[in-house]
């Protein structure tokens, strides 16, 4: 189960400094718990609970810094905060930025009939019982135009 999230830097030519903090806060309990930190590749820090569960699903620029769920379970429901701290390094100063995405987690023990995909196969049918008879009608359009060529070439000859 992939969780997404973006955080887009304003310049890439800036020089920046990003960590990366996800937090879970169950959909029973009130305490939120820090479950991954991402500062590098060999830099990242996984709360002993998720061990083994957990795997860094963003991109190298760190423009998308999401991660993923494996072997998800009930109790992994609940709120997921992904927090962004950026420092931007000019020639002059340092700017500090922070961005925070919540993100609510349902787990259903059985899953839900896509619904798109439904309505894509019906269409896909629809559309295919159409165009034949669409093309049915073409060919007995072309075949009577073709008779009545043949009938007035008969008539003249």
């Given amino acids: 189960m992939k969780l ?19 937090y879970f806060n169950s959909s029973t309990g009130k305490l939120q718990t820090l479950i991954f930190t991402f ?4 830099d990242n820090y996984t ?13 190298h620029d760190l423009q998308d810094v999401s991660i993923s769920i494996v072997n998800i379970t009930q109790s992994d429901a609940g709120t997921y905060t992904c927090e962004v701290k950026r420092e931007f390094i000019y020639k002059v ?15 259903k023990s059985e899953a839900s009939e896509d619904t798109t995909a439904v309505y894509s196969e019906i269409m896909m049918y629809f559309l295919l019982v159409f165009l034949t008879f669409w093309l049915l009608v073409e060919m007995v359009y072309c075949y009577r135009k ?8 008969q008539d003249n000859a």
Wanted: glycine content about 4%; proline content about 0%; hydrophobic content about 30%.
């Fill in 93 to 107: 100063y340092r700017k500090s930025l922070t961005s925070t995405k919540v993100i609510f987690l349902e787990v």
């Fill in 39 to 42: 500062r590098s590749e060999k």
């Fill in 47 to 59: 709360n002993m609970n998720w061990t083994g569960r957990l795997q860094w699903d963003g991109s």
């Fill in 146 to 153: 073709i008779s009545k060529a043949d009938e007035v070439a």
């Fill in 4 to 22: 997404t999230c973006i955080s887009c830097m304003r310049r890439e030519e800036v020089e920046t400094t990003t960590e990366v903090n996800w």
